[in-house]
């Protein structure tokens, strides 16, 4: 075979390998090592320049691979700035003391000459420099040569192609991250429209209480509800579960304040048969029946010291024991919590955990009292229209302007309870199809002064008052007064309901589980 033969063969296979390569290092490596055998060079680089064009990049050298354009110590700046190669001698190579440079050097065996050349696309584009090493230093002869530069003309081409579909990956990425993004925003809108149905208000505190409740359930991190009583505490634990990818699961509710401290542990932990005296048999405790869903933990400051460090240890590896039982169990259940307590006070005067409070609060909620967003007044009133509307089959048709004015004068110590109490007091007395009107609007009544100087409540007629208290200048401790009014004024509430606890903590404005509480604390009971 001929010379020219010979130098066409090796040029087809330098040829093909290039375009073969399908990413930029391959490419680059495989024209180096095909430039060092076809020209005897003892060691060839390509450094290519960064995307913001301030950096030139040796992947192949293992340490100081990197070269810093504007940092003329080294002689690639010198090539860069006047876009033209150059020759640098062994002797010159030793003078420059740039790490990186040096250690280029050092890699390449020290050669006599070195060529740098640098390497620009048609466009004008500067991809990077090539760097070729030898110890006879002809580089006429080489650079000269159509095969070399045919070779730097394809490794152009294909150099170029190269960041061209690395650049369409990189749109396809951003494009992908913005649609996902957009995605992401659509979805968080939806939800929060969905929650805006059962958890209602405009107001911007709630706008944004939504989408943090949103975000919440979209995660697994305990949640920390806080917030006055009646201000929809147990309305967020329910929308967190919903929303969460748990909303097939159980929800377990347990109102900590609602169960004697007696009882917790084991209605939380559940036992064995013979656990102690009366449990003639096993039993599933509340944490084993959330599995798979959410365990909503209210009145979470009333839960006794030595149950929260059980409960600290349950969140830790969520593994239990049962009472009387020698195996643990697990659970997997998300944590919701609600408190209308401060903790933080509780955590001062030593009888709440200060790591249980962190571990609860992994994403704190707090809900705003309706005092404080009374643009949510015109929705919530409207939504309680609504539902006793669509319970009773008739109903107001609305609230009037002025009605609307009353109510935003009011300060809802109860909050969003007290609110739907006005609400459905109101629906009462007003003719179906009418506006609510301001007259019709009770608030303050349970705590308005009367002539006898106790309270009266709308719906408490007839025999008032068989209250039995201290006359109020006999008052030396308010506290304990105050505690007598409110056990009074429960315990007559239950007489008048006939015991229904359900009836009475309507009346009162207070749920369920609060009036049992509070009737636990103060021995009140049921007749
Ligand atoms: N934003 C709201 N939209 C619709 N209804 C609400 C809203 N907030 C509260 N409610 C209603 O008000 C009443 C009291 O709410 P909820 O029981 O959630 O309060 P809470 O903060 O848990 O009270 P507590 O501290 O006494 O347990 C419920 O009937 C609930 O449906």
């Known amino acids: 075979m001929g010379r020219m033969q010979m130098e066409l063969h090796t040029g087809i296979d330098l040829a093909v390998a290039l375009i073969q390569q399908d990413n930029l290092p391959d490419l680059l490596k495989t024209a180096t090592k095909q430039l060092e055998n076809a020209f005897g060079l003892t060691r060839c680089w390509a450094l290519e320049l960064d995307l913001s064009g301030r950096t030139l990049h040796c992947s192949d050298l293992e340490e100081h691979g990197e070269f810093d354009c504007g940092d003329f110590s080294h002689p690639f700046a010198h090539v860069l700035q006047t876009g033209k190669a150059r020759e640098l001698t062994r002797a010159a190579s030793y003078r420059l003391d740039h790490v990186g440079f040096q250690a280029l050097f050092e890699a390449s065996d020290r050669p006599r000459s070195l060529w740098l050349e640098p390497l620009t696309g048609n466009d004008g584009r500067t991809l990077g420099i090539l760097v070729l090493c030898r110890d006879e230093p002809d580089w006429d002869g080489i650079t000269g040569q159509p095969l070399y530069g045919g070779l730097r003309q394809l490794l152009v081409h294909q150099w170029i192609t190269q960041l061209q579909s690395r650049d369409q990956v990189w749109q396809r990425r951003l494009l992908k991250r913005s649609l996902d993004h957009l995605h992401d925003a659509e979805s968080v809108r939806t939800r929060c429209e969905q929650l805006a149905r059962t958890l209602v208000g405009n107001s911007q505190a709630m706008t944004s209480l939504r989408a943090q409740i949103v975000r919440a359930a979209g995660s697994q991190l305990s949640v920390l509800v806080q917030g006055e009583t009646g201000c929809g505490k147990d309305v967020v634990a329910r929308g967190i579960h919903e929303l969460s990818d748990r909303?097939?699961?159980?929800?377990?509710?347990?109102n900590c304040a609602a169960i004697p401290d007696t009882l917790l542990e084991s209605e939380l932990f559940g036992h064995t048969r013979g656990a102690f005296s009366g449990a003639d048999q096993d039993k599933q405790g509340l944490l084993a029946q959330a599995n798979g869903g959410t365990l909503f933990l209210d009145e979470i400051g009333d839960m006794p010291m030595a149950l929260q460090s059980k409960l600290l240890r349950v969140l830790e590896g969520r593994q239990f024991r049962p009472l009387g039982a020698r195996k643990e169990q697990h659970s997997d259940f998300r944590l919701v919590a609600a408190t209308h307590q401060p903790l933080q006070a509780g955590i001062e005067d030593g009888s709440f955990r200060r790591d249980l409070f962190y571990r609860l609060s992994q994403f704190p909620l707090r809900v705003t009292p309706l005092r404080e967003r009374p643009d949510d007044l015109e929705a919530l009133s409207r939504h309680f229209i609504r539902l006793y509307t669509e319970r009773e089959g008739s109903g107001p048709m609305g609230i009037s302007s002025h009605a609307l004015h009353l109510l935003a004068g009011y300060d809802f110590p109860g909050n969003v309870r007290e609110l739907r109490n006005i609400i459905e007091l109101a629906c009462l007395q007003t003719p179906g199809g009418d506006d609510i009107q301001p007259e019709v609007l009770r608030m303050n009544d349970l705590f308005e002064e009367s002539s006898d100087g106790w309270t009266s409540a709308p719906w408490d007629v007839g025999d008032r008052n068989p209250v039995d208290l201290p006359a109020v200048?006999?008052?030396?401790?308010?506290?304990?007064?105050?505690?007598?009014?409110?056990?009074?004024?429960?315990?007559?509430?239950?007489?008048?309901?006939?015991?229904?606890?359900?009836?009475?903590?309507?009346?009162?404005?207070?749920?369920?589980?609060?009036l049992a509480h509070k009737c636990l604390k103060y021995q009140v009971a049921e007749s």
């Open 473 to 514: 200048e006999d008052i030396r401790d308010l506290k304990a007064a105050a505690q007598a009014f409110e056990a009074a004024i429960i315990r007559e509430r239950l007489r008048q309901y006939g015991g229904n606890r359900a009836q009475a903590a309507e009346s009162l404005g207070l749920p369920k589980r609060t």
């Open 247 to 254: 909303a097939e699961g159980p929800m377990v509710v347990v």
